[in-house]
């Protein structure tokens, strides 16, 4: 996807925003999730917008904008490091402020869109009233320490890394992404292990615990920092990435969502860090098939975006 096509689908965003605010005023909207700056939703590794019909962010976008809120669904290189998505993000985010009228954002990370968002808050504070990380891995991932284990310029590493890289390449084609960055999987493994967290962090410490398991600083440089996450791999028979989840756990030694660990998700203000939740729960995949017996996690997007508004963002 060109810069002209990458401009048509958030100028796209802008009309779903408004036909949003038009049916909310239509229909009796509670103006629930109008916040004052639009919402923008940033994915994970082999994240997309939208992928053969199938929203990443599944149903949360269409539930926050029926009450009030413009949400732009942003997509970024699959498999890079944090700061060159950041900066592909970054481009975006200003166009989102120049097309919406609005001089910042809030800004909603995934996974691995957790440090994206934190890169673009760090780099220019000015465009972004707040970060809320959903699930993102602020001190890295066990299971990234794992991978990390093959050796350096291995041939083992080098079919891992073609593998992934085939599989970012393939998402990204299909989704019709904006991102012509090379597909750069041992990139993303140096970010999201613990080691290239740390380095992460000593460039970027904006909300991050300076304790292991505590919250980090609510605001700085006038951008509020929130993180939730869940601690439970397993969450729902009938969803098949459950099993995955609980594969991926065994790496951990703690409390995880399959994927992050419960201290690794914090970051500034700390709303929840065990919702019964694994990593694709949190994002409301795969289908909506999540826990039962846990607040749906659309219902907690929406929450958020009321918690935004409640204070002026």
Partial sequence: MNNNKKMLALTLG???????????????SSGYTETRYPIVLAHGMLGFDSLLG?????????????????????EVSQLNTSELRGEELLAQVEEIVAISGKPKV??????HGGPTIRYVAAVRPDLVASVTSVGGPHKGSDVADL???????????AIVAGLVNGMGALINFLSGSSST???????????????????FNAKYPQGVPTTECGEGAYKVNGVRYYSWSGT???????????????????????PTDGLVGRCS???????????????LDEVNQVFGLTSLFETDPVSIYRQHANRLKNAGL
Avoid: C, K
């Avoid at 029926?66 to 942003?74: H, N, P, S």
């Avoid at 292990?193 to 740390?198: K, M």
């Fill in 181 to 199: 960055a090379p597909q750069n999987s041992l990139g993303s493994l140096e970010s999201l292990n613990s080691e290239g967290a740390a380095r």
């Fill in 14 to 28: 802008v009309a779903l925003s408004a036909s949003g605010s038009v049916n909310a005023s239509l229909f009796g």
């Fill in 106 to 111: 809030n800004l909603i990370g995934h996974s």
């Fill in 232 to 254: 439970s791999p397993l969450t729902n028979p009938l969803d098949v990435s459950d099993a995955m989840m609980g594969a991926a756990s065994l790496a951990f030694e703690g």
């Fill in 54 to 74: 199938v929203d990443y962010w599944y149903g949360i976008p269409a539930a926050l904008r029926r009450d009030g809120a413009q949400v732009y669904v942003t």
């Fill in 147 to 157: 991978l990390r284990r093959i050796p350096e310029g291995s041939t083992e590493e």
């Fill in 265 to 279: 998700s914090h970051l500034g203000m700390v709303i929840r860090d065990n919702y019964r939740m694994n990593h």
